[in-house]
């Protein structure tokens, strides 16, 4: 037997229609600006060459699309960069990896995200790309130089503790020479 529709019945299927849906929840995490995001794209990649590594840019771009991360090939490029990861020749030809271990992080690689070097007479500051601090820190404890007595970095603000008061002003201008800036 066929039931007939009243009007009350259409008007009650067209607000059901009209009311507004809740928006599922995203699967992937944006790769740009957010610095959670970048530290933790900058973690996968760690992982992902730990465990073997890529031969492209593009591999390691579907691991990270593996993992829920997107993230553009530029992107990518310069989370290498700011790792110390680089292309190594392996048995299987070349790969992308990172130095074993603690081992140091070159200068060259963060030379262009130092924006400035400033001090005040006992203390320097340099400013840095966003989410670019800690890796250059890192590079400034593994460069040893002997007028620094440590770092301390945030996001994108490092502030670097000279060994003597007087020896500030020449240790800004050599980590401005270091820095290219």
Known sequence: MRRSTTTSDRASARRAAAAPQPRPQRALTRASGAQAGTAARRAALREILAAGGATSQEALQRALAARGIHAAQATISRD??????????????????????????PIEPVRGLVDAVESNGL???????????????????????????????????????????????????????????
């Open 123 to 181: 203390l320097i500051v340099v400013r840095t790309k966003a989410s670019a601090a800690p890796a250059i820190a890192r590079a400034l404890d593994d460069a040893h130089l002997s007028d620094i007595l440590g770092t301390l970095a945030g996001d994108d603000t490092i502030f670097v503790a000279p060994r003597r008061p007087r020896a500030a002003s020449s240790l800004v201008r050599q980590m401005r020479r270091l820095f290219g800036i």
């Open 80 to 105: 290498l960069a700011s790792i110390g990861a680089s292309r190594m020749l392996a048995a299987g030809g070349a790969r992308y990896a990172v130095p074993p271990g603690d081992a140091a992080l």
